[in-house]
């Protein structure tokens, strides 16, 4: 009571404040510490958060309250309801563990869904081995019943943005399967809530796709200005149905398909060829085997190197890896040193191709080549994979393998109300009335 009666003197005080000044200056600050307070004070009471060490996997901890709850079993009725006293329909919490939460998989697609970057075996291993150690994660709830969307997100200096790292192809929320009616709802309720907040950025994103375009539309009918701006090139192409790898090839500018059929005659004399698909002995040694090629390749140091390890080893265990690796044949090399090495994703009949290297000390031979070939081929003959896609960046030698180009774009939620997001707010317009992008 004590805490109340001192709260709501204070409050007092910030009303008399900003009227005693001009609200053009002082109305942002009193509004966004009146809303926080409120929240604070209708905020559920729950146990007091436990000690990092007394943490289990799956637990829930709230970013502006410090409370934690267990999460229920993952089903569609089990979904836990994070809606506070307060009304509002989104609430941001802290990810203690490194993996997503159990109560999280109804919002997860499956391995063999079509969709890898939503699936729970690559945000595990995001989680585990893509960020900095001092990294904060977060999930927001918004929406409510079949309408609810799930965002996983990092906490940065500039405020929450998706959870999205230089290894993610393609970012976007996890939903329940609402309709375009329930998801602009929860829309306009994460449009409500970053009113006077600072902004959200989204990253690696498919403009195109209904749940993006209906959950920005809700986000600004509810004020928030919603910024677009390019991220990144992504080259893939779908295949026509029936077609093999025979007719793929046909379908590529002459010069390559010479290239290719030259340069995989030249691999059957002097090199050898692995597929490495399952977990064990093998895909360790495949791994070992990636590493050593990647570390005599033109790439540099990788940011977090246990990442591909990890995903390749997690990927394996759902079916999802294709790891191809090109040795020297017995004649030049006995010990079949690595020379070149790829992997990539598949689920849903859909490829991704996720790295690829060779060593400096072969390009005259092209093993990257040969082994770009082996493995499409493979893709389309064996797996009936229907769409290729090469990643991000607009390097040269994507356009020679696959035909189409997508812009993967971002975008910045901001309210005028904050000064950060009064900041994108006017970035964005100078940048749109000069004709660029922000």
């Not at 539309?217 to 910024?227: H, L, M, Y």
């Not at 149905?241 to 398909?257: C, I, K, M, N, S």
Request: net charge positive; hydrophobic share 40%; with cysteine.
């Amino acid at each position: 009571m004590a805490l109340r009666s001192l709260s709501n003197a204070l409050q007092s005080f910030v009303l008399y404040w900003e009227n005693s000044w001009p609200a053009s200056c002082f109305s942002w600050v009193s509004r966004s510490w009146l809303a926080s307070s409120k929240e604070e004070q209708n905020a559920p009471h729950l146990p007091a958060p436990r000690s990092d060490a007394c943490l289990r996997r799956g637990d829930v901890v709230s970013l502006s309250s410090g409370e934690m709850t267990s999460p229920p079993l993952p089903s569609r009725t089990r979904v836990p309801r994070l809606r506070s006293a307060s009304g509002e329909t989104v609430r941001v919490q802290e990810l203690p563990s490194r993996a997503m939460p159990d109560w999280a998989d109804p919002f997860l697609v499956p391995e063999d869904g079509g969709d890898i970057f939503a699936s729970r075996f690559w945000y595990d291993a995001v989680l585990g081995h893509a960020l900095p150690a001092d990294a904060r994660t977060a999930v927001a709830l918004i929406g409510e019943d079949e309408g609810q969307i799930l965002l996983p997100l990092l906490r940065g200096p500039r405020g929450l943005r998706s959870l999205a790292t230089p290894y993610t192809l393609e970012w976007r929320p996890l939903s329940l399967g609402g309709d375009d009616a329930a998801i602009e709802a929860a829309g306009r309720g994460l449009g409500a809530w970053l009113r006077h907040r600072a902004p959200m950025w989204f990253e690696a994103l498919d403009l195109q796709t209904p749940l993006i375009t209906a959950l920005a539309r809700g986000v600004a009918a509810s004020g928030v200005s919603v910024q677009p701006y390019r991220h990144f090139g992504n080259w893939h192409e779908k295949l026509p149905p029936g077609q093999d790898w025979e007719g793929y090839l046909d379908t590529r500018a002459p010069v390559l398909r010479t290239t290719i059929r030259r340069k995989l005659k030249r691999a059957g004399r002097e090199f050898h060829f692995e597929l490495v698909q399952e977990r064990g002995a093998t895909l360790e040694r495949g791994i070992t085997a990636y590493e050593a090629v990647r570390a005599g390749s033109w790439k540099p140091s990788e940011p977090f190197p246990h990442f591909d390890a990890a995903l390749m080893r997690a990927a394996a265990a759902g079916g999802a890896l294709r790891l191809g690796v090109l040795r020297l044949g017995v004649l030049r090399d006995m010990a079949g040193q690595p020379v070149a090495a790829q992997y990539w994703l598949v689920s849903g009949g859909r490829a991704w191709l996720l790295k690829l290297c060779h060593l400096e000390t072969e390009r005259a031979a092209s093993p990257g080549t040969a082994l770009t070939a082996l493995m499409i081929q493979g893709l389309i003959d064996r797996d009936g994979v229907r769409e290729l896609d090469f990643g991000r960046g607009d390097d040269r030698y994507k356009r020679l393998w696959v035909s189409e180009r997508r812009q993967r774009m971002g975008l910045v939620l901001a309210h005028a109300g904050h000064p950060q997001g009064l900041m994108e707010v006017a970035r964005h317009r100078v940048a749109s009335w000069l004709g660029r992008d922000a």
